[in-house]
């Protein structure tokens, strides 16, 4: 089943048009004139997949094609309809052609009637930047990764819903990895995605049934990517802002057994509050929920976490602002993502918000527990910090 949507081309995408008719008739943006080359195949291995870390000029050069290298070194522009995506149908992930680092997936991409890649949000919003570019006419935002500092293409605000972004982007810049090829590629921890397991890891279990005891530990589920029980228990991983005042209020919720902050979402391992609040590993501020299924749904822990944040602010709570402060759902399992999807939707439909609901839903990866300090924060500290309340 396809997961490309079609939609009317917008005004601002008609111009894009334009301007690159326009391109390709002057023929001398030096970006047209490499995007005239034909393109070679480009092999990357799966050491450098994991690195997420820009080569040398002098690698790049021999590793990219001449196209490649001019769009995401010099910030040129491939041709409309004559690239490799925009067009592509098949399921998968679209990461950085230069460092690896996941940037799209096919769920998110439709055809915008551009004739390059479009989006409606990134995979791993921790993994692009952006920045205004005022070369062409007019401001717009330039996008780049952020470890691979690869000039990706531009963003518009006028894509379709839920998030009303178009993330146009350039074929060459990306690299494509097939949902049958993540976990051979390192990337795995997206299978869930596509309704995939990681090799040697059971199915599922089917929604309302008891796990048997002799199911993962949670102590697992801490040190990698972790099932959706633990024993009679369920496993919810959610991301809203800080994570002391996120804590503070789940733990509250009926059928709650415990809960735990920590760090998932990013690349680097054994997390710690120093290295994350750099804003460089990618990890969000998380809580990790321990509850009775037989007392509260995970679809009910879904809203209950929709009322105490904000999930309309991207990449901020209130005050705090940055990729860790995202509002993010990891789900374990292909029932989970179901879930979270239609709970997702439920509340941006529900004409509560006035702008669109950017919570992500991504595969639960590895969970680093938080200092101590950081553990039952507000208990500890009842007049400490918060941005958070329930919204009725």
Not at 239 to 264: H, I, M, Q, S
Request: proline share 6%; aromatic share 10%; with cysteine.
């Amino acid at each position: 089943m396809t997961l490309v949507r079609r939609f009317p081309v917008s005004v601002g995408a008609m111009l894009l048009l334009m301007v690159a008719a326009a391109w390709l008739l002057l023929g001398d943006d030096p970006g047209v004139k490499a995007a005239q080359q034909p393109a070679t195949a480009t092999t990357w291995s799966t050491d450098r997949m994991k690195d997420y870390k820009k080569p040398a000029d002098a690698e790049l050069k021999t590793r990219l094609s001449e196209i490649q290298y001019d769009v995401t070194q010099r910030e040129g522009t491939e041709p409309p309809f004559g690239n490799d995506f925009w067009d592509n149908h098949r399921d998968g992930i679209y990461v950085d052609v230069v460092s690896g680092e996941p940037l799209f997936s096919s769920i998110d991409k439709y055809d915008s009637g551009t004739g390059w890649p479009s989006f409606t949000k990134p995979l791993e919003p921790g993994n692009i930047t952006e920045r205004i570019d005022n070369r062409l006419f007019s401001s717009r935002t330039e996008v780049r990764s952020a470890r691979g500092d690869s000039h990706l293409g531009h963003v518009f605000p006028d894509g379709p819903r839920p998030t009303g972004m178009r993330y146009c982007m350039n074929s060459a810049a990306l690299r494509f990895v097939p949902a049958d090829s993540l976990e051979r590629e390192g990337y795995g921890q997206y299978l869930a995605l596509f309704g995939k397991q990681p090799s040697g890891v059971a199915a599922p279990a089917a929604s309302g049934a008891t796990v048997a005891a002799s199911a993962a530990p949670a102590a697992a589920a801490t040190a990698g990517h972790g099932p959706a029980f633990d024993g009679q228990y369920e496993i919810a991983t959610l991301a809203g802002g800080c994570f002391w005042g996120a804590e503070e209020l789940l733990r509250k919720l009926p059928g709650v057994v415990d809960t735990e902050v920590g760090y998932t979402g990013g690349v680097l391992d054994n997390a710690t509050y120093q290295a994350v609040h750099k804003g460089k590993t990618g990890h969000a501020e998380s809580v990790r929920v321990r509850f009775d299924p037989s007392k509260v749904s995970y679809d009910d822990v879904l809203r209950y976490f929709f009322r105490l944040h904000d999930p309309t602010t991207m990449n901020r709570q209130g005050n705090d602002i940055g990729s860790e402060y995202r509002s993010a759902i990891f789900v374990h399992d292909q029932r989970q993502r179901e879930i979270a999807e239609r709970v997702k939707a439920e509340v941006d439909h529900s004409g509560k918000w006035k702008n669109p609901v950017v919570t992500e839903i991504v595969p639960a990866g590895p969970f680093w527990k938080a200092e101590e300090h950081h553990q039952d924060y507000l208990q500890k500290n009842p007049r400490g910090y918060t941005c958070h309340f329930l919204r009725d």
